[in-house]
């Protein structure tokens, strides 16, 4: 054995032993390697026992609330006083229609009100009949066509809308309906095809006060509501 096959094999033993040193040696106890698919599988099954520590998942969204916590007395604060028929009535929509939200609709029905009225002066019989139900339609229909046959056009400019409060409110089968006090001012006139005024006054704001019922079909998913019947006050 010549003195090149003694160093190679000193240097094959001393490697040998490093190798050992470094990654040990297998007896038999050692934990298996680490699954980390087999862990997310554990993890997201509906009965598994592996319980996730707090602030593990960061981006997961919290649960909605499943009940209302709003105190009954203070439900409907600023919309209608606790204990009476217009609370009751509210009540009633809310217990069939979770979505229900009287703010909300007050605002919408500023927006509608707003919109049948000039409508109307216009004769847009397409954008009433969206907003309005068949019996009230008919009656407005009446009075555009009564407009157009003695030749006369009316010209309505809203100055402000100063209040809409909810008077009444109740379901009657499926249906509720929400009545609402309206109190406004606007310029009116109404005018023959020569341009003379027959009705109103084109320099004189008006206070007007209406007094309009909407309905809509709770068990139905058309979220509108429909002006059913009108009133004013002098």
């Given amino acids: 054995m010549d003195i090149y096959t003694i160093i190679f094999l000193a240097l094959a033993v001393f490697i040998f ?6 990654l ?7 934990r298996p390697p680490f699954d980390r698919a ?32 709003t105190p009954t007395a203070d439900r409907w604060k600023g919309v209608a006083e606790p204990g009476t028929p217009l609370a009751a009535g509210l009540d009633s929509i809310l217990a069939q229609d979770a979505s229900f939200d009287p703010r909300h609709f007050i605002s919408g029905a500023k927006g509608a009100y707003e919109m049948i009225v000039l409508a109307f002066a216009n004769g847009d019989r397409r954008a009433l009949k969206d907003l309005l139900s068949s019996e009230v339609f008919e009656s407005f229909d009446a009075v555009i066509k ?8 009316t010209e ?12 009444n409110a109740e379901v009657r089968d499926r249906n ?22 027959v009705d109103g006054n084109a320099e004189k704001v008006s206070d007007i006060t209406d007094v309009w019922t909407f309905a809509r079909d709770i068990a139905s998913r058309d979220p509108n509501w429909k002006l059913v019947g009108t009133g004013s006050v002098n």
Avoid: C, H, W, Y
């Avoid at 032993?17 to 470094?22: I, S, T």
């Fill in 38 to 69: 087999a862990r997310d599988v554990v993890q997201g099954a509906p009965d598994s026992n592996v319980v996730p520590m707090p602030g593990a998942i960061v981006d997961q969204p919290s649960a909605a609330p499943t009940a209302d916590v």
């Fill in 146 to 153: 009564d407009r157009e046959k003695n030749e006369q056009k």
């Fill in 24 to 30: 040990g040696q297998r007896t038999g106890t050692e």
């Fill in 17 to 22: 032993l490093r190798l050992r040193n470094v």
């Fill in 176 to 197: 509720a309906q929400l009545t609402v006090r309206f109190v406004s001012q606007m310029i009116s006139v109404t005018r023959d095809k020569s341009g003379a005024i």
């Fill in 156 to 167: 309505t400019r809203f100055v402000s809308i100063d209040k809409a409060e909810l008077v």
